[in-house]
């Protein structure tokens, strides 16, 4: 299997081109560094293509997965992993904070998208893996651009899945919860504004995140053979959630909004017209 894997130098990227290139596969990966490009096509030499890529540039990106399909002679898989957390209240969020934001964890994915889309719409074949988050399903004070960037991804995901299935392409969401990761760390960006009155809510969600780092429930690698698992099934989900807090806050979301729903349904059923 071929693949090609954004933000592939740490975190689950890292340990799911790991994952693929120890079963045989080939691996294409994005890195932001010379440094990170050699130790990545260390990992298996001819098999490991480090591509140099800044999210945030669209040409960058594109390029990298035109370079990936020439160098692999295809692509099987391509996983949508990069991306960062912008922690902070909505109203400390500077527009370009939220823009900067919405370019790595949205615009680069749906580039890396549309400029696979034609390889598989060829073959009519290939499988697109968006690694989302549970806080794409779940909203968590102090991170509301962060969730912002992933319900819009997941909302491309799954209307994606439905327009490429009759293509013979698969589309998938992955919604891990909090992995062992450095994401508390380098992948974590605070909002510049501060404000005050926030200390209780939104703020305790860098708070958490922090106490909580080296501490999360998630394994990596764990994660990476659930991907793994995946890629390529024929009956692979569209959705699927990876880690027990992520099915935790993802049902207590959906209960919540049923609930929610019943008691207001009345209300939402009586605005349409009178019938004749």
Same mark, same amino acid.
């Given at each position: 299997?071929?693949?090609?894997?954004?933000?592939?130098?740490?975190?689950?990227?890292?340990?799911?081109?790991?994952?693929?290139?120890? +079963?045989?596969?080939?691996?294409?990966?994005?890195?932001?560094?010379?440094?990170?490009?050699?130790?990545? =096509?260390?990992?298996?030499?001819?098999?490991?293509?480090?591509?140099?890529?800044?999210?945030?540039?669209?040409?960058?990106?594109?390029?990298?997965?035109?370079?990936?399909?020439?160098?692999?002679?295809?692509?099987?898989?391509?996983?949508?992993?990069?991306?960062?957390?912008?922690?902070?209240?909505? =109203?400390?969020?500077?527009?370009?904070?939220?823009?900067?934001?919405?370019?790595?964890?949205?615009?680069? #994915?749906?580039?890396?998208? +549309?400029?696979?889309? #034609?390889?598989?719409?060829?073959?009519?074949?290939?499988?697109? @893996?968006?690694?989302?988050?549970?806080?794409?399903?779940?909203?968590?004070?102090?991170?509301?651009?962060?969730? $912002?960037?992933?319900?819009?991804? =997941?909302?491309?995901?799954?209307?994606?899945?439905?327009?490429?299935?009759?293509?013979?392409?698969?589309?998938?969401?992955? =919604? #891990? $919860?909090?992995?062992?990761?450095?994401?508390?760390?380098?992948?974590?960006?605070?909002?510049?504004?501060?404000?005050?009155?926030?200390?209780?809510?939104?703020?305790?969600?860098?708070?958490?995140?922090?106490?909580?780092?080296?501490?999360?429930?998630?394994? #990596?690698?764990?994660?990476?053979?659930? @991907?793994?698992?995946?890629?390529?099934?024929?009956?692979?989900?569209?959705?699927?959630?990876?880690?027990?807090?992520?099915?935790?806050?993802?049902?207590?979301?959906?209960?919540?909004?049923?609930?929610?729903?019943? +008691?207001?349904?009345?209300?939402?059923?009586?605005?349409?017209?009178?019938?004749?």
């Amino acid at each position: 299997m071929k693949w090609l894997i954004t933000g592939a130098s740490s975190g689950l990227g890292l340990a799911l081109a790991k994952a693929a290139l120890d +079963r045989g596969d080939e691996v294409a990966g994005t890195v932001r560094s010379e440094a990170a490009l050699a130790g990545f =096509e260390a990992l298996a030499p001819g098999r490991a293509r480090g591509f140099l890529a800044d999210m945030a540039d669209e040409a960058a990106v594109v390029g990298a997965v035109d370079g990936a399909i020439r160098a692999l002679d295809g692509l099987d898989v391509l996983v949508n992993n990069a991306g960062y957390g912008l922690i902070g209240a909505v =109203e400390e969020a500077s527009l370009a904070e939220v823009r900067a934001q919405f370019e790595v964890n949205v615009f680069a #994915p749906v580039a890396a998208i +549309r400029t696979v889309l #034609p390889h598989m719409r060829e073959r009519r074949a290939g499988h697109i @893996i968006n690694v989302t988050s549970v806080s794409g399903l779940a909203a968590w004070a102090g991170t509301g651009i962060y969730t $912002g960037s992933k319900h819009a991804l =997941e909302g491309i995901g799954k209307t994606l899945a439905q327009e490429v299935r009759p293509l013979g392409i698969k589309v998938t969401n992955v =919604e #891990p $919860g909090g992995m062992r990761t450095d994401y508390a760390g380098r992948s974590m960006r605070i909002t510049q504004q501060r404000i005050a009155a926030y200390a209780e809510t939104a703020h305790g969600a860098e708070r958490t995140l922090g106490g909580h780092a080296g501490q999360e429930g998630g394994d #990596p690698a764990k994660c990476a053979a659930a @991907i793994l698992r995946i890629a390529g099934a024929a009956d692979a989900p569209v959705q699927l959630l990876l880690g027990a807090d992520a099915v935790h806050y993802a049902t207590a979301e959906m209960g919540s909004f049923q609930e929610e729903f019943g +008691r207001w349904a009345a209300l939402s059923l009586s605005t349409g017209f009178e019938a004749a």
